[in-house]
Structure formats: C-alpha cells, structure tokens
C-alpha cells in the first residue's frame, strides 16, 4: 500500500473552450469555421459543460475527487474590449459554489489557449498591449469571482515553444498552405497570432509579463490564494552521446519559464509522454515503443522524471496540473494512472514537493486541432444526446483518490 499525504489533492481537470461548447466569441471557433479548416472538425457544442456543470461536478464529487480544476473563458467574460460579461462571471461563480457544495476544491485557470477573437486579431502575445490586456480581465474576473483557493495563470506558457517546432513544422506543410492562409484571413495576420502558435520572444516577454501581472491582479483581491502557472513538460531524455543536445532542448524550450517562476507558490506540471533525442539530432518517441492515439509514446513514468527534474531546478512546490492517457482501452488508462503515481509516489519519497494530481481530462472533449476522436476521459459522453457513462478508470482513480492510497501491487 502506498500511502499519499492527507493533504495531497485529487483531481481532474477540464477546459473550457474544450467542454462548454458554443465559444463563439473566441479566435478558434472562428478559426475552426475557416474553409478549409486546419481543425478536424468543430467543437460546437462540445460536451455542453457550460449547461451540465452542476451535474458534472456532482458526478466528479461522487467518484470520490476532491478537486476540480475548470477554466474561466476570457472569450465570454470580455467578448468585446472593454465589455466585461458580468452574466458570465455569474455563471463561473456557480461553477464554483457547485464544487464547494460538494466539498470539492475548486482550481481555477484564467487562460487555456483560446482568446477573444478581438484580442487575437490585435496580435495575442505579439501585440505590444497583450500583458496589459490580460491583467485587466484577471482583475476584473478575480474581483468578481470568490471562493477559489488555487489559481493557475496561463495553462501551458511554454507549449508554443514546443508547438512551433514539433508540430508546425509537421501540421503545416505545403498541403495545409490553403488551411493558413484561411487561419491568416481570419486573424487579419500570421497564424502568430493565436497562443498556440506565439513565437518563443513573445512567449518569454509578453508572456511571462501577462503572468506576473495577472497573478499580482488576481493576489491582490485573494491574498490567501496561491496563483501558479502551468508548464508542459515531457520527459526529455537523450541516446548516450546526445546529452548536450537534451540539455539545449530544456534550456530552449523550458529554462526560461522555470527560472522566472521559480519561487512562487506553485508551478503546474503537465506531463503527457518522454522524447528521445539522437545523437544526429533527431528527436521523438522511442523507436519500437508503444504510441498512445495521440503519437506520444505510452510512458507513465516520464510524469515523476518530469517533477523531478522541475523540482531540481526549482525547488518550489508541484501541482500535477494534467497528466493523461488517450485511446480506447480503458484499462490500459487504470494502468497508465496506476503507473503513473507508482512513480510519482517514489519521487515524493525522494523528496519531490508534491501537493496534488489532476487527471486530464474529465471528460472525454475536444481536443483541439485533433478534434474529437483522442479520448482522454475518466467519463464518455454520447454527443448527441450528451449523456455521460462513467468508465472503470473514473471509479478505479475515484477509489485511489477516497482511500488517499494506491493498495495492491505496485504497477512497473
Ligand atoms: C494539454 C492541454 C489540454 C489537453 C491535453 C491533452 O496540452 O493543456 O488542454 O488538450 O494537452
């Protein structure tokens, strides 16, 4: 039996954009319903989380989490500059008076990748004004809303530094030129534009800024809350005689967010798989390694080599703000969070501050460009009628999280 502390958190997590369905206001709706589309498909109503909330978090409840972790959409609080939705804040406040009636703890995160469609046709992170930007809606939202005791940010800060290099370069080759010059029509510019695809300056500048801003906004109405942002983070590992190269990837690609946020009151780690690099400089999953349906190889451990190389570098406390599994196969998904805190136990062990563990994602949703075939849920839901069944992993996760424990053998 491998005992957690009794204040370690367990959770799950969701966003927005990617659950609520109807985020009309936000550069990707408009960018999905570009022809053509560099989008599988649409997220349309989503999984209508924005009506099925309460239900959703008393199904959370009753499995036996204690967390929620749930984003506040900026594209519906400031659908227009300066026009701030006091309706919409009035909605998140129940999502939040939802989860404190059953006990759960509610997360908050003030941005996951959309924007308001205004503010990314003003150039997201490259418009000089973007940090600004964002500080005045956390302030305004943060001012509204109460009841939250944890708030992270910006929920991946540093994924465009990864996303521009591992995935433009594969997602945006000569057949998707049509896709980007519909994306570009529609942004009124470069695909730059979005979060998603910031360049690495605007990242550590604008980006960087717009969270300092944002969690002092944010502090400043709740100073009992502890503000963080989240990192994505794969385990980066190198074939013997690529270790420099390993090391430049970090420095590039996670240095600059670690060290600016070292010492604050959390740091969100997100950690889906490991990447290998060769000494000739390619990179990727292990050859011969089994894939997840998301092209990541299928490694539970890479999450505690992940909070150990962020706890090395930091020395400030971990909050596992995502880490998941996507496919069919749910009892290779038990197996995978089985695995997964094993590994994440020992590191604890070891003396890695860890104070929680969000499972990403609730709800099987929409996954972004990718759309909705990669099923990371602890829950299924049938989209036309938006019924949800609960799968084994939801009660298995469910009965770790209740018994603050993981009981029979440990998983390899
Ligand atoms: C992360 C995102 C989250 C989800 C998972 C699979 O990068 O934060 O929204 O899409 O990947």
């Known amino acids: 039996m491998l005992k957690f502390p009794q204040a370690f958190m367990w959770g799950a997590a969701t966003a927005a954009h990617q659950v609520e369905g109807g985020n009309i206001s936000s550069d990707f709706w408009a960018l999905e319903n570009a022809t053509p589309s560099l989008f599988k498909e649409r997220s349309g109503d989503a999984v209508d989380h924005y ?65 308001p469609l205004w503010v990314a046709r003003r150039g997201g992170l490259t418009d000089p004004a973007f940090a600004n930007c964002f500080a005045r809606y956390c302030d305004r939202a943060a001012k509204s809303l109460t009841g939250f005791e944890i708030a992270c940010t910006i929920n991946e800060l540093n994924l465009p530094l990864l996303v ?42 604008q980006g960087l800024d717009a969270h300092r801003q944002a969690r002092d906004a944010i502090r400043s109405h709740h100073p009992n809350v502890k503000v963080g942002v989240t990192l994505a983070i794969q385990d980066e590992q190198s074939e013997p005689g690529a270790e420099h190269l390993r090391d430049q990837r970090r420095e590039r690609y996670y240095g600059a967010c670690l060290d600016a946020v070292a010492g604050e009151d959390f740091i969100g780690v997100q950690t889906y798989t490991r990447v290998v690099v060769r000494a000739d400089g390619r990179f990727g999953p292990e050859p011969g390694h089994p ?75 929409f996954e972004w460009l990718a759309g909705y075939a990669p099923k990371f849920g602890l829950m299924g839901v049938d989209r036309t009628t938006q019924q949800r069944h609960i799968k084994p992993s939801a009660v298995a996760f469910g009965e770790i999280a209740q018994a603050k424990a993981l009981s029979g053998l440990p998983e390899k």
């Open 164 to 205: 521009r290099e591992d995935v433009m370069v594969r997602t945006l080759n000569a057949d998707s030129v049509a896709c980007q010059n519909a994306a570009e029509a529609i942004l009124g510019g470069p695909l730059d534009r979005t979060f998603l695809f910031a360049p690495p300056d605007a990242i550590v500048n």
């Open 51 to 115: 009506h099925r909330f309460n239900d959703d978090i008393a199904l959370l409840a009753a499995l036996g989490l204690g967390a929620y972790r749930f984003s506040i959409e900026w594209a519906r609080i400031e659908p227009e500059e300066g026009l701030f939705s006091q309706a919409t804040l009035d909605h998140y406040q129940r999502c939040i008076d939802a989860c404190l009636r059953h006990d759960v703890t509610p997360v908050l995160t003030f941005h996951h990748f959309t924007l």
């Open 291 to 365: 894939l997840t349906v998301m092209g990541y190889e299928d490694r539970p451990q890479a999450l505690a080599e992940t909070c150990h190389y962020v706890w090395q570098r930091t020395r400030t406390p971990i909050i596992v703000t995502e880490n998941g599994w996507a496919g069919d196969d749910d009892t290779r998904r038990i197996a995978f969070i089985r695995s997964a805190l094993t590994k994440l136990h020992r590191a604890m062990a070891e003396g890695v501050d860890v104070r929680g563990y969000f499972y990403w994602s609730l709800i099987d949703n």
